[in-house]
Structure formats: structure tokens, C-alpha cells
């Protein structure tokens, strides 16, 4: 106990960590109030804390004074005979086609005399009056919800029921349906048997929206994965260990303890984020009702739970799926003692785990994973997994796994913990080498020839130090999965009708658009207009039936119709390209061309490639941190550089250099990989080179720059702009010194501002550095902002801030380097 | 132990997330049978109202109308739902191969014109709103697949054969709606086409080869592949005709005229019978005046055409009509071996407007009853069942139970 207290008492002394925390909570709060709250109509009775008092009220009072509000009821129910009577009269006098989209309002009623006056009085704080008929539908809705969702568990039982007996009847008794229907048939059967006495005229309000957030584990997880980096692998800056290594009681007992800790923060991470929502909730909507079945909720939820219940077992499913998630993450990070290796891989078990939720058509095994685990897919309705041929519940099997993992995770990671050469030890990676040099002998024995003798170039050795194996093999990884990315994205199948429409334009159209040409456009658009007139089908059927031709001239003129039609369709999508190609050579004078950009725009309109940002991320958010977490006696520079002025004066210099250089030589391979790629499978590349990128309507604003320089110029700028990231990550590492606080600002900084813009906060794109990362977007963004009225104003100026911010960074790590 | 340790950490991360990935499609040997027009398998029948599957209990027990689907939390009223598609039902095919249970049912419709992009609907090009979605339904299962978009309009019928499903449609745009043919391997799901430049209609299959016939009337076969395609026989009537091969016997409307009935005209066929097993056979009448005709087992199945009013019946919200039939509720069947027609049963207070299905001493048919009608009910028979062998029938589903299910 006493060192999980001092687990605790450290963890706790992390201050970076809590702001992390903070940060996160506050993500996932706004994520939440964007999506489920910020779009709902607050006009409307059950939305908001204020109309869901008045209407509790008005219960109250239809329970207090009921012949009051049967008195009002009756004459909203006449005015509503009345006003069904007179908007009858209204519709009878028009047309169909005035009828379509026509609603006759309070307005049009009141001008042929039939008015309500509200009478129940409910007037919001803002003036307006709440209308009488939201409390009557809302009274009229409460009675019918609990009948209504008890025949709904009704015809479940009968559905199911019936679904046997046909299977029965075919004898296919012994298929797993059979078994999975029967199942669905028992669990509903005994639901329905115990839910009629709990059901009861409620309305519960505001709890539902915190269930429909299924992206909350999302951001636990993400927390969770720093977190557990910061307990795991920052340990050997804390000087007790060589204390604590000296008793194999005292290290096992020690690995128990960080367990303990790890597990505490995924409670804490999972509280904070459900006690953030919660209030958010209480404030918007109010939280009522919490003892009524969940059922009003979730109708198809095969638990007899009340909603206080539900949303209990939901924070504890989520508490353990965050526990395992933990447990796991820190797993891995004991045995590979990586960053690199830990984060990449939490990020790829959160990948596969998305991609399994998408999997198996919504079958119970897909919701087996630590998203659908960590929210309340599990309890909503009943699922059931196919297990060596026979149906086993979904929720059970998860709860089970679930506990099985946490378990076995957190005894390895004990075990891992109690060995003595273990967690501790300087670098695990270090000892893999050999393995990996007996079958990969020259190149793994160079590596780790330099990694020990090291060179007299301290720039080799800084660039060595940046690219170890891990990091080199996170590269890889990370390039095949761009190379796997573009590969998908260029090579993704056109549907037909593009084809043809490419087809079509290469065969007849592609080229400048010349005024000439433009004329024969003109005619032969007119030409075929002239032949698929509205009554051309008729005309020709009318002059053979007069036998003015034979059948197989009527079939021929019929194709060529067809054709027609086809072509003018074709021709019709050209045409606000030729459009835009006019307006271009009327306001700029550059004479356009007219070429399909299906392909073309794949190449040319690239998004921020993540895997390389992920790249650079990882690898230089490195690059100060092992200064402070080894111990000079376990063989690092920064003791010995610290000593002299010049000596760290050189170091920065030498370590900004490989960083840059490293950034750029690493960006250029994935730059390459992906262009290459992108014009081996662009077909009509060649021919449009020297088109001008303008003739694009996207690019509209971009002058006589050709399609090539355009592409040269991005590829350009998807290259030099990872070089300021580069250094910025190292001056985030430098002033923070952990990798996990690095990585979160070098995120924000980047990151955040584009998933706000994705969020619909356009106003974000103004600091949304990822453009200048992304190379088109930055240039395409100068359209849409037109900065002090230069149409480059905007690239400059983005272009300017991130190098700007970039070499802030830069001089402040220069000025403290000479300090340190 | 180092590794040891590794692989056991390996394992545990496999066993968390490796569960959600299982299911893998499975290969279906349905063997050298032809299946087409089915609607029957096994005990179960399954018939399409329009964007859904329905399911006839089982033969036993026809009468009782289930949605196909069986998951208890689906309303069938979204194309979510495995037994629905995304527009009315132009043709289904039900298939029971070997060793199942239940039937695989494959389901042909039109694309929905539309698409959502960024939130808005648009319409979809000529060329996509003329594609035919086909999806595949597993009644065992109770789950769907559906393949990629085919180059078809307006899917007729369908055929399966050695895995691979053929498909006949009105044609195509550009193609002048003259007929074509496709092949759906329903393993990968890759479509090939027919290509025959009258366009064709896909008729049957036969002793491993595939029948069509061209938009100017004559018969072709070619191997399931599409290729060795060749001339079998002439019906010489310059068009598509009704036609059918079933058992190396081909049946063909050779003529047809228009008759009167009522305040209308109906359409009667001269039908004829090639025996394809022998080169050299010529076309034999089966029957004039025919009205539905189907084969089955090599026989052929008809009714002729008989037009007589019964009086009037009074129908809730439409008010009176006229009860007709259009033939004296009489089946016939022609003996391919003997050469010779005969009376399956006779008269019996209902009439055939079309036949969908033969199986098992069981026909499936749309009609009107024209005896022992309800006042205030309509007559006409949107599915009914009926036995070959006694000629009793019943009503399986109405027009106006559509809502209740």
C-alpha cells in the first residue's frame, strides 16, 4: 500500500499530466455538446432545462387541477376540429402542384377567423410563449410511450416465436438460427414477464443524449496512452530505483504498485469524462426520471434496469474496457521500453479495434471491441456472438474477455515487472539487436556497431540517436502504410458512368478551349438538342406506323436518338466547365483547358499525408527527452555536455541540423512514394501538363500556372514544410523534456486546429498549419480567403506563421541551451 | 521467457481483438443444377411484394406470411433490413442446394435514382439510374450481401447455374433496349455480359450450356462462359416471343392475337414445341388460343384463353365491379413424351393470370377468383397456391395485408 501511495503521490505530481487530463476532458465535453447538443431546436418542449420544468409543471398541475386543464384541453380540441376543417377547405381550392411542400400555418388560419389563445400561460424567460398543444402532445405521448414499448417487447417474443416455429417445420432445428432465435425468444420472454409491473407513465429526458456519444472511449483511450507512457517509461529518471532493484520482492512489489496507479488513473480518466458530460447535460437539459426502466431509452434493451442502473453498468463497462486498454498499452510499453514502439502500437490496437466495429455486418462478434465495449452497445439490445457453433450473449462474452484480458495483462505486467533484468534495464530494444543481427547479419551489426562506438561526426551520432531501430522500423511501418494508403486512394475504382464520361472528353474534347473550338461546342450541343426534342420519340414512331420507313430505318433512327440523349448528358456535365473556362478567359485572359479531373484531382487535391506527420511526431519528439531520463552512469551525453558552454552551444547546432536534415529526407521518401505513385496511376497526366492548373475551378483563382508546376510546387511545399515541424517538436522536447507532454503540444498545435475546422469552425483554417503540410490545400485556402485583397496572401501568411512559430521555437531552445 | 512473455502479450492483444473478425465467406457447391423462376425451396416459399421479400411459412402451413427477415428489431421499412432493397423487386430467384436447410433467395431491383453527397441528394447520372442492384438473401443466416451495381435495366428473370447466376434484362442505354444478357459469379461477385448484337433474352440452360434468344427471334446456346455462341433453331417470328427451355424441350409463342374481352383485348398465343435433344426435330403446335403457359420437368402448362363475365360484386372504397375470368379455370399439360395434352383439373372458381412458379404437385399463380367471392372484397388474387393433382387452391396473400407486415 505504501508504494501504490507513492505511485500515487507521483503520479499526482505530474502536473502536465492533469493538464493533459484537462485538455482531454475538455475535447470530449465540446465534441459532445457539438454533436448532441449544439444542433438541437431548443424551441421545441423535452430540449432544454427550462421547457422540461414547464412541462413538469404542467403534469403537476393536470394531477392538481384537472378540471381546469380539461376545460382548456376541450377548447384546443374544438380549435383543432376547427382549424383540420378550414385547412381542408384551403387545400381543396389548389392545384397538386401547389399542394407539394404546402403547410398551412396559424397565419392562414387566423385570416379565416379560426385563433387560439394559448391558456396554459407557459412563457419562456426570453418572451416567448411555449404553445398550449406541446403540453397536450407531450401528455398524450407520456400515457402511450410505456403501452408502446411493452407491445414492442411484445412483438420481439412474437416475432422471434414465430420465426422457430417456421424453422421447426422445416426441421432445421439444429441450425445455430434456430438457436439464436430461441435465445432472443427466452431473454425478451423473461423481460417482458418482469417489466409490465415496472412500467409506468414517465418521460425521461436528457440521460439519452450522453448514451447516443459513442465516441467518448475514443478520447479515454487516447489519454489512457500518454498516461501510461508517463508511468512506464519515464521510470528511470526516478532515482529510488537502484534501491528498489535490489530485492526481487521489492520490484515485483513495486510493478503491482504502478498497476495499482495505472489502474486508478483509468478510473479517474473515465469519472472525469462521464462527470464532465454529465454536467453539460444537467445544465442543458436537466436530469429526470432516473428511476424509470431503461426501457423508455433504450426499447430494445433486454435488461429490467432503471436508468440510474443503465448508466451505472455503462461507467463501469467503460472503467473496465479503459483498465484493459491501459493494462495492455502498458504491456507493451514494459517489454519494448519504446515510445515509438508503445504509441504506434495503442494506436494501431484502437485502429483494429474501429475497423472490427465496422466489421461482420453489426453481428454480436463485431461489437467485441474496445470501442463498442466502452460505451453502451453492449446493454442497448440483446446480441448474440456465433462461438464454435453455438450463440453465446454478446455482453457476457465481452464481460468475460474483458475481465480474462485485465487480468492476464495486469499478471504479465507484474511478472514483466518482477524480473530482474527487466523494466529497468537501460534499453530493451538494445538486447533484441542480436537476435535480429543472426538473420539480418550486415546491416543490424552496423547499426549496432555505430550505436556502440560512438563516431567522432557528432552529427552522425545525433542522427543515429534520433533513428534508432525502433524508430527506423516505426518508418517503415509507417511508409507502407502510406504507400498502402495512396495505393488505395489512386487506384480506387471509377464508377462506369465516369468512364464513359472520360472517355468521352479524351476522345472529342480534351485540349485549350479556343473560341473556335468553343463554336463547335456550341453547334454540337445545338445539333443534339435538335434531335432529342421532347416529342422526338413520338414523331418517329408516328412516321412508321404511316410507313413513311421501314422497321429496321425506325430502329436505326430510335439508336441514333438514344445516342443522342447519351451525349448530350455527357455534354450537359461538361458544360459548367466550359462555363468556368469562359469566365476565366473573360477575367484573366489564360485560355483554359478542357480535360477530365476524376484522376487528376486525386493527385493534385492531396489532404495532409498523417502517416508521415506520425512520423515525424514520434521520432523528434525524442530528441531531448533521453538527455533527462538517463543517469550519466548509464552512458549518455547530456551529463558530460552540460558541463561546458560551448559544448551544449554545439550540440543544439549540430542537433537542429540532423533534425532538419533527417525531417527533410524522410519527407522527401514519403513525398516520393506518394507522387510516384499518384502519376503512374493518373492516365492522362502526360497530355495536360502544360494545361493551366486555373482551368480547375478549384483552382480558378491561380492564374497561368500549368497543372505540372502546380504539382512540383505542392510536392515542394509537402516537402520543405516538415522541416519547421521537425524543429518545432524539438523545441517542444527541449522546453517540456518528456515525450508524452511533446507530443500533446506539437498535436494541438497541428492537429487541433484541423479537426475544428472539420468541426465546422472555419475560422480555425486561419491557424490550421496542417495546409501548409498538405501542400494544395494552403493554395487552395488563398482562394477562399482573400487576405488584404493578395489571392497569396493567405499562403504567405500561413506559410510565414508555422516557420515563424517554428523558429521561436528554434531561439528559445538556442537561448536556453546556453543557460542550462 | 523474453520471448515467451512476447508471444503471450502477442496472443492476449489476438485474443482481445481477433473474435470480431471471424466470419468468413463461405463457398456454396450448388453442384450442375439449373435453378431458375423459383420461388419454391425446400418447404418454404418466397415471393417478392414490391421492395420486400415475404416468406409462406412452409408448404405445410402456406397461409401463414411472415417478412423473410427475422431480426426481431428490424421494421423492415429500410433498406438496413436483409430481406428489403432499395427499390421494387423486379426478380427473384430462390436456390436450396445441397445439404441446406434454407435458401439462399437472390433479389433484383433498380438503383435508387438518387445518392447523398455531403448531406444532399442528388440524382444519379442516366448510366447509374439505369444499373440493377442484385443481393444476395441467406435464410439461414438471416443476413444479406449485395453485389456491385450490373449494367442491366430492368432484371426479368434469373437462372443459376454452377455458381453463376444469369441474368436477363430490357438492355441498356446506348445498346437500344434490345435485351441483354449478364453473368454474375455470386463468389466474387465480377459481372461479365452476353454480346450479341441483336441483344438476346435469356430463356434457360440446359445440358451445360446457356439458351437466349436474339431480339430477331431465334435461338442461341452458348457455354456458361459466354463463349462458343451458336444458332440452335429459328422460331422465325422476327421478335422476342414468350419462350422458355426446360429439359431439352423448347417452348415458344409462335403467333399471337390480339382478342376481345370485355371492354379490352387480351393477348393469345400459338404455342409451339422443339425437342432440342434431336437436331433434326421440327417445331410441333402444343396448343392455339393459349393464354399462361409454363413449363416444368420438360411438360408444359397452359390455359387457354375463355373470356365470361359472373356477375357483379360490390368492393369497399372502389364500388362495383365486374367479375371476369379470362380462361374457364382449367389447366392443361402437354406430355413432352407422348406428344399429347391433358386436363390437369377443371373449373375451379379461379383463373390464372399469370404463373410464377411450379414445384412439388404445387402452383403458385396471380388471378382472380370468380366463384364464392365475399361482397366488399376485391377478387383479384395477388398470390394464391393451388395443387396440380386435386386443383384445390387458396389465397396466400392480398392486396390489402400489405400494411400488416
Request: glycine residues 8%; hydrophobic residues 40%; negative net charge.
Amino acid at each position: 500500500m505504501k508504494l501504490l501511495g507513492y505511485e500515487l503521490k507521483k503520479l499526482f505530481g505530474i502536473k502536465y499530466l492533469w493538464v493533459m487530463l484537462l485538455l482531454t476532458t475538455v475535447l470530449c465535453t465540446g465534441l459532445y455538446y457539438y454533436l448532441y447538443i449544439g444542433d438541437i431546436n431548443f424551441s421545441e418542449p423535452y430540449y432544454d432545462r427550462e421547457s422540461n420544468a414547464m412541462t413538469e409543471d404542467f403534469f403537476r398541475r393536470c394531477e392538481n387541477e384537472p378540471e381546469t386543464i380539461a376545460q382548456v384541453r376541450e377548447s384546443y380540441e374544438a380549435y383543432v376540429i376547427e382549424a383540420d376543417r378550414v385547412s381542408e377547405e384551403i387545400r381543396s381550392t389548389m392545384t397538386k402542384d401547389e399542394l407539394v411542400g404546402f403547410r398551412v400555418t396559424d397565419e392562414m388560419l387566423a385570416e379565416h377567423g379560426v385563433i387560439y389563445e394559448n391558456k396554459l400561460g407557459y412563457v419562456r424567460k426570453d418572451g416567448t410563449v411555449v404553445p398550449d398543444k406541446n403540453f397536450f402532445e407531450a401528455y398524450s405521448l407520456r400515457g402511450l410511450t410505456a403501452e408502446s414499448l411493452i407491445k414492442h417487447v411484445d412483438d420481439i417474443i412474437y416475432l422471434t416465436g414465430g420465426a422457430m416455429e417456421r424453422f421447426e417445420a422445416v426441421g432445421a432445428e439444429e441450425l445455430p438460427i434456430y438457436e439464436y432465435e430461441s435465445h432472443y425468444n427466452e431473454v425478451y420472454s423473461s423481460l417482458r414477464s418482469k417489466l409490465a409491473d415496472k412500467m409506468r407513465p414517465a418521460e425521461p429526458r436528457g440521460m439519452e443524449n450522453m448514451f447516443w456519444y459513442r465516441e467518448f472511449p475514443l478520447f479515454a483511450y487516447a489519454f489512457l496512452l500518454l498516461a501510461s507512457g508517463v508511468i512506464f517509461l519515464n521510470e528511470r529518471s526516478v532515482g529510488l530505483l537502484p534501491v528498489i532493484r535490489t530485492t526481487r520482492g521489492g520490484r515485483a512489489r513495486t510493478a503491482a504498485a504502478k498497476l495499482g496507479a495505472l489502474l486508478t488513473v483509468a478510473v479517474l480518466t473515465v469519472l472525469c469524462l462521464t462527470a464532465a458530460q454529465l454536467i453539460v447535460t444537467y445544465i442543458k437539459f436537466g436530469i429526470t426520471f432516473g428511476d424509470a426502466p431503461v426501457q423508455y431509452m433504450c426499447r430494445n434493451c433486454p435488461y429490467l434496469l432503471t436508468i440510474n442502473g443503465y448508466f451505472i453498468c455503462v461507467t463501469l463497462l467503460r472503467i473496465l474496457a479503459a483498465a484493459v486498454f491501459s493494462c495492455v498499452v502498458a504491456l507493451i510499453a514494459s517489454v519494448t521500453v519504446s515510445h515509438i514502439v508503445t504509441y504506434i502500437s495503442g494506436a494501431l490496437i484502437l485502429g483494429v479495434n474501429i475497423v472490427i466495429g465496422y466489421s461482420g455486418n453489426g453481428t454480436g462478434l463485431s461489437a467485441l471491441n474496445l470501442i463498442d465495449l466502452g460505451n453502451d452497445a453492449l446493454l442497448s439490445k440483446y446480441d448474440e456472438s456465433l462461438l464454435f457453433g453455438h450463440f453465446v450473449g454478446t455482453l457476457a462474452l465481452g464481460m468475460a474477455l474483458l475481465s480474462l484480458s485485465l487480468v492476464l495483462s495486469g499478471a504479465l505486467l507484474v511478472a514483466v515487472g518482477g524480473r530482474r533484468s527487466h523494466i529497468y534495464a537501460p534499453s530493451r530494444i538494445r538486447k533484441l539487436i542480436p537476435a535480429i543481427r543472426s538473420k539480418f547479419a550486415s546491416a543490424a551489426e552496423k547499426l549496432a556497431r555505430r550505436r556502440h562506438s560512438y563516431p567522432s561526426s557528432l552529427f552522425v551520432w545525433e542522427v543515429s540517436r534520433l533513428m534508432t531501430p525502433a524508430a527506423v522500423f516505426a518508418a517503415i511501418l509507417l511508409l507502407a502504410l502510406s504507400v498502402y494508403s495512396s495505393v488505395s486512394r489512386y487506384t480506387e475504382s471509377t464508377p462506369p458512368s465516369l468512364i464513359k464520361y472520360e472517355e468521352y472528353l479524351n476522345e472529342n474534347w480534351t485540349g485549350e478551349l479556343t473560341d473556335e473550338r468553343y463554336a463547335q461546342f456550341l453547334k454540337r450541343y445545338d445539333e443534339l438538342a435538335l434531335l432529342t426534342k421532347d416529342n422526338a420519340h413520338e414523331e418517329l414512331m408516328s412516321r412508321y406506323t404511316r410507313g413513311e420507313i421501314t422497321f429496321e430505318e425506325y430502329i436505326e433512327l430510335l439508336d441514333s436518338i438514344e445516342s443522342a440523349s447519351d451525349e448530350i448528358e455527357l455534354l450537359e456535365s461538361i458544360l459548367p466547365q466550359v462555363e468556368h473556362l469562359r469566365a476565366l478567359k473573360a477575367e484573366t485572359g489564360v485560355t483554359g483547358w478542357i480535360f477530365p479531373d476524376t484522376h487528376i484531382m486525386r493527385l493534385l487535391n492531396r489532404d495532409i499525408n498523417f502517416f508521415l506527420l506520425i512520423a515525424v511526431l514520434i521520432i523528434f519528439s525524442r530528441m531531448y527527452s533521453p538527455d533527462y531520463s538517463k543517469k550519466s552512469f548509464e552512458g549518455d551525453f547530456a551529463a558530460i555536455l552540460r558541463t561546458a558552454k560551448n559544448g551544449r552551444r554545439k550540440n543544439f547546432v549540430v542537433r537542429f541540423s540532423a533534425a532538419a536534415l533527417t525531417s527533410l529526407i524522410l519527407a522527401a521518401l514519403f513525398e516520393a512514394a506518394d507522387l510516384c505513385l499518384g502519376i503512374a496511376n493518373t492516365g492522362n497526366l502526360a497530355d495536360v501538363l502544360s494545361a493551366p492548373v486555373s482551368s480547375i475551378e478549384l483552382y480558378g483563382s491561380l492564374g497561368s500556372m500549368t497543372v505540372g508546376g502546380f504539382l512540383a510546387l505542392t510536392a515542394v511545399l509537402r516537402t520543405i514544410s516538415y522541416v519547421p515541424l521537425a524543429l518545432l517538436c524539438c523545441s517542444a522536447s527541449f522546453a517540456v523534456k518528456k515525450v508524452p507532454p511533446t507530443l500533446f503540444i506539437v498535436t494541438m498545435i497541428t492537429l487541433l486546429p484541423y479537426v475544428l475546422v472539420y468541426m465546422g469552425f472555419p475560422k480555425m483554417m486561419y491557424v490550421d498549419f496542417t495546409a501548409v503540410l498538405a501542400g494544395s490545400k494552403l493554395l487552395t485556402r488563398s482562394a477562399q480567403f482573400d487576405v488584404l485583397g493578395g489571392s497569396f496572401t493567405f499562403t504567405a501568411a500561413l506559410l510565414v506563421g508555422f516557420v515563424l512559430i517554428a523558429a521561436a521555437g528554434t531561439l528559445y531552445t538556442l537561448r536556453k541551451t546556453g543557460k542550462d | 521467457m523474453k520471448k515467451a512473455i512476447r508471444i503471450i502479450a502477442a496472443a492476449l492483444i489476438c485474443a482481445v481483438l481477433a473474435p470480431g473478425l471471424s466470419g468468413c465467406a463461405e463457398k456454396i457447391d450448388f453442384g450442375d443444377e439449373v435453378y431458375k423462376n423459383k420461388k419454391y425451396a425446400g418447404e418454404s416459399i418466397f415471393f417478392n411484394i414490391s421492395s420486400r421479400i415475404l416468406l409462406s411459412g412452409y408448404m405445410s402451413k402456406p397461409d401463414n406470411i411472415y417478412p423473410a427477415c427475422i431480426d426481431p428489431f428490424c421494421d423492415h421499412s429500410t433498406e438496413s433490413c436483409a430481406a428489403r432493397t432499395e427499390s421494387p423487386i423486379t426478380a427473384t430467384l430462390t436456390v436450396l442446394p445441397e445439404g441446406r436447410k434454407l435458401p439462399l433467395v437472390y433479389l433484383c431491383c433498380q438503383r435508387w435514382p438518387t445518392k447523398v453527397v455531403d448531406g444532399e441528394e442528388v440524382l444519379l447520372s442516366a448510366h447509374e439510374r439505369e444499373m440493377s442492384i442484385v443481393k444476395q438473401f441467406d435464410a439461414e443466416t438471416g443476413q444479406a450481401k449485395t453485389f456491385e451495381p450490373v449494367e442491366l435495366m430492368n432484371i426479368r428473370s434469373a437462372l443459376l447455374y454452377r455458381g453463376i447466376l444469369y441474368l436477363s434484362a430490357d438492355g441498356f442505354l446506348g445498346e437500344g433496349y434490345r435485351g441483354r444478357v449478364g453473368a454474375l459469379d455470386v463468389l466474387t461477385g465480377k459481372c461479365t455480359y452476353l454480346s450479341e448484337e441483336n441483344g438476346a433474352r435469356l430463356i434457360g440452360a440446359y445440358d451445360g450450356r446457356i439458351y437466349v434468344m436474339t431480339g430477331r427471334g431465334v435461338v442461341e446456346s452458348c457455354e456458361p462462359d459466354f463463349s462458343d455462341l451458336c444458332a440452335v433453331y429459328d422460331c422465325q417470328t422476327g421478335g422476342y416471343v414468350n419462350s422458355y427451355v426446360d429439359e431439352g424441350m423448347l417452348y415458344f409463342a409462335r403467333s399471337k392475337t390480339d382478342v376481345p374481352a370485355g371492354n379490352s383485348t387480351k393477348t393469345v398465343f400459338e404455342v409451339c414445341a422443339v425437342d432440342l435433344k434431336n437436331k433434326d426435330a421440327e417445331a410441333v403446335t402444343v396448343a392455339s388460343g393459349v393464354y399462361v403457359f409454363m413449363p416444368y420437368e420438360g411438360d408444359l402448362y397452359y390455359t387457354l384463353f375463355e373470356y365470361n363475365e359472373h356477375g357483379t360484386v360490390s368492393v369497399s372504397g372502389y364500388g362495383e365491379e365486374t367479375v371476369v375470368s379470362y380462361d374457364n379455370g382449367t389447366l392443361y399439360r402437354y406430355d413432352a413424351e407422348k406428344g399429347t395434352s391433358e386436363t390437369c383439373f377443371s373449373d375451379i372458381g379461379a383463373s390464372f393470370s399469370d404463373i410464377y412458379d411450379i414445384d412439388d404437385g404445387m402452383i403458385l399463380f396471380s388471378g382472380a377468383r370468380y366463384r364464392d367471392f365475399d361482397e366488399g372484397k376485391s377478387t383479384y388474387l395477388r398470390i394464391a397456391i393451388c395443387s396440380i393433382e386435386t386443383g384445390e387452391w387458396r389465397e396466400l396473400f392480398a392486396d390489402d395485408e400489405e400494411e400488416y407486415l
